[in-house]
């Protein structure tokens, strides 16, 4: 495969870590329709392998018929492969075991909400950099009195609003965990839909040990997960469970050699791609309106909206109202 091929066909954001006090610049390329037209005419569509193989990113920019913007990411990483409807994101601070600090949570945010907008893409890997840790949760070089704060800003709890929108958003999110998933990282692949764990992954709060706790989907979610004894094993002990372990437990969906994890977890999205969206966002929205009250039935009455809206009695209704006339109902059944 040239380096050219891979640049037309497919979406490709590697943001390389700075120092901080250092302006930065970085770039994305977005493939042109007419890049598109010419591969998808020869019949070639690239897979999720092919395009993930290129790895450092660099051939992407070689391209003279790519747009480029500029983009302000330096924690993360993003693919997007095109031809197969799945997007990755990748925490991108090895160094730290991809523990997230303010930076990273705001670009991650950013990068969910631009997936989540994109309707080319229908499911999201979600993973850390290397295979010594998925996240390590919050960066305690960064934590004050007030939460987690960049130089140059007020402290907060930044990352629940992560976790929030993790939970809340309806692509199906995979994640991807090699070595350590612990303290918020492991709330983080609590609230994804789907965890495949390689066999060297890790999980386990370490909030009590550094004087920290999550009292909302932190305990919530374990607990509907693992039971309300383990979830209270979990959090008093600060204990960690290896991979077998949080199979045993409920806690990921299939444990597998690291060397097959990338693989495994793009067989997951392709199974996953070939059903019905609409069907596996209803069920979404389902399976997570047992805890969320009210805001769950938003999201289930908003699902049912988009259903009717395609109906051909919801089509009479709005296009009655621009026709100035009154609506036929008749020849609608009225369902027992």
């Known amino acids: 495969m040239g380096n050219s091929l891979l640049g037309y066909y497919a979406q490709e954001f590697v943001i390389q870590r700075i120092p901080d006090h250092l302006l930065y610049r970085t770039v994305d390329f977005f493939v042109e329709d007419s890049a598109w037209a010419w591969w998808k005419d020869r019949g070639h569509r690239p897979s999720y392998h092919e395009v993930e193989s290129n790895g450092s990113g660099h051939a992407f920019g070689g391209s003279k018929k790519m747009r480029r913007k500029k983009k302000d990411f330096l924690d993360i990483i993003r693919h997007k492969i095109i031809a197969e409807g799945i997007a990755k994101i990748t925490i991108n601070r090895p160094e730290r075991r991809n523990a997230f600090r303010p930076q990273t949570v705001k670009e991650l945010m950013r990068a969910f909400n631009d997936a989540r907008d994109d309707n080319s893409i229908g499911v999201i890997i979600f993973t850390g950099k290397g295979t010594k840790a998925f996240c390590s949760g919050g960066d305690q070089s960064f934590r004050g009195k007030e939460g987690y704060a960049d130089y140059d800003s007020f402290g907060r709890l930044n990352h629940l609003f992560s976790m929030?929108?993790?939970?809340?958003?309806?692509?199906?999110?995979?994640?991807?965990?090699?070595?350590?998933?612990?303290?918020?990282?492991?709330?983080?692949?609590?609230?994804?839909?789907?965890?495949?764990?390689?066999?060297?992954?890790?999980?386990?709060?370490?909030?009590?040990?550094?004087?920290?706790?999550?009292?909302?989907?932190?305990?919530?979610?374990?607990?509907?997960?693992?039971?309300?004894?383990?979830?209270?094993?979990?959090?008093?002990?600060?204990?960690?469970?290896?991979?077998?372990?949080?199979?045993?437990?409920?806690?990921?969906?299939?444990?597998?050699p690291l060397e097959k994890l990338e693989e495994e977890t793009v067989k997951w999205c392709r199974e996953i791609l070939r059903n019905s969206p609409m069907a596996i966002r209803v069920a979404k929205s389902a399976l997570n309106a047992v805890d969320d009250g009210h805001s769950g039935l938003q999201q289930m009455g908003g699902d049912a909206t988009l259903l009717f809206y395609g109906t051909e009695e919801g089509t009479e209704g709005k296009n009655a109202y621009l026709q100035r006339r009154k609506p036929d109902f008749s020849r609608f059944p009225r369902l027992p």
């Not at 995979?174 to 890790?202: P, Q, R, S, W």
């Not at 383990?230 to 949080?246: L, P, S, T």
Request: aromatic content about 10%.
């Open 164 to 256: 929030l929108l993790l939970y809340l958003i309806f692509k199906y999110i995979e994640k991807k965990v090699a070595g350590y998933a612990v303290g918020g990282g492991h709330v983080l692949h609590m609230v994804c839909d789907l965890t495949i764990a390689a066999d060297n992954a890790v999980f386990g709060q370490t909030g009590p040990k550094v004087g920290s706790v999550d009292a909302g989907y932190g305990a919530s979610v374990m607990d509907r997960l693992v039971g309300p004894k383990r979830a209270r094993e979990m959090w008093f002990m600060a204990k960690f469970y290896n991979a077998v372990e949080a199979d045993k437990m409920g806690l990921v969906n299939t444990v597998v």
